[in-house]
């Protein structure tokens, strides 16, 4: 009988530790822990299965989980993180470079997802940032960015604070709109901010904050991740994703191997296990994580959701997150400035 363990943090896996004897190997993981019965259905189990071992997981948001692998120096042997703080794990040398011949399945996925970040992990999944608003009370279709900045947008507005994932996206786009590129010169981004600032009726820390607002009708347009859209819809059923015609900024999720893991031979072997193909495609069909495998097919509802296929994933923009994380400590206190923390 094979047990996993849940070390750290509230879990969404909601597993108690068995009473089974210990087994010869454990791999120690890192990550989120939502989606807790899926993921212990199509990847803890199956997996645990495959190596014999023993998982046992540690859990919290990026910012926690990262801060514990840099005081250890290790202490987990997988570490699931949003691109922008695997890049900072990345440039401050805590993962070990991934060893390819061992993880063969990172050859099957898109480009963008094979190495993200050079020698280290490779993105398990991908998601987007863009424009979500109710089409029943924004009477002109959302096509850009610069849209946001629309006069029939006052007090209509929600932006994501500028400590969660999407929050800096917001200075790239306003430096954008000013026509310059904010990471080199950030005052005219900030000067196009502080114009949009009396269309923003509140910034969200939190997705469930979101929805909240869009459901009170505080708010009638905001800056999303796609893994909200499904909240959202259920709670306003006529609130739509915006097609932009600058496209949306793609997020990864990435996978790594700390320095210091003290299994480094069956956290590759998990890897490669969690990229798959097949438990890509069960993944995506079952509502966890979009998948990487290029032409990959999955359930035409299942798609729908998802940040899913080549036009798509060619379309979107990505960020240089290792300019965005040297430029954070201004855009905050700039950022706080104009909106206020």
Not at 37 to 52: A, R, S, T
Not at 175 to 189: L, M, Q
Request: proline share 5%.
């Amino acid at each position: 009988m094979k047990r996993l363990i849940v070390m750290a943090g509230a879990s969404g896996l909601a597993l108690a530790a068995a009473t089974a004897p210990a087994l010869s190997e454990t791999l120690t993981i890192s990550w989120w822990g939502f989606n807790g019965e899926k993921l212990d259905q199509f990847i803890v189990q199956p997996f645990q299965e495959q190596c014999g071992c023993e998982l046992i997981f540690e859990t919290g948001n990026n910012a926690d989980r990262l801060n514990k692998i840099r005081l250890r120096q290790g202490g987990v042997d997988v570490i699931y993180l949003t691109d922008a703080f695997s890049q900072i794990g990345a440039e401050e040398d805590l993962f070990m470079p991934i060893d390819r011949a061992k993880v063969p399945n990172i050859d099957g996925l898109y480009e963008l997802a094979q190495a993200p970040q050079g020698e280290f992990g490779p993105a398990y999944t991908i998601g987007r940032v863009g424009i979500v608003y109710d089409s029943a009370k924004v009477a002109e279709p959302i096509a850009s960015w610069n849209d946001l900045w629309r006069e029939d947008m006052a007090s209509q507005l929600s932006l994501p604070g500028i400590t969660t994932t999407a929050g800096p996206m917001v200075v790239m786009k306003a430096g954008e709109k000013a026509g310059t590129d904010a990471f080199e010169d950030s005052g005219p981004a900030f000067e196009e901010l502080a114009a949009l600032a009396p269309n923003v009726v509140k910034n969200y820390n939190t997705g469930s904050e979101m929805i909240n607002l869009f459901s009170t009708g505080e708010v009638t347009t905001s800056i999303a991740q796609d893994f909200a859209l499904g909240q959202l819809q259920a709670a306003v059923p006529t609130i739509v994703w915006a097609d932009l015609e600058e496209g949306d900024i793609a997020t990864l999720n990435t996978v790594n191997i700390p320095v210091g893991a003290a299994n480094p031979d069956l956290a590759h072997e998990f890897i490669n296990f969690i990229l798959d193909p097949e438990v890509q495609k069960t993944l995506a069909e079952n509502g966890v994580d979009a998948p990487v495998v290029e032409g990959l097919e999955i359930a035409p509802e299942a798609a729908e959701q998802w940040t899913y296929g080549a036009e798509e994933i060619a379309g979107l923009q990505r960020v240089d997150y290792e300019k965005m994380n040297a430029a954070k400590d201004e855009w905050l206190e700039r950022w706080s400035e104009v909106f206020g923390m």
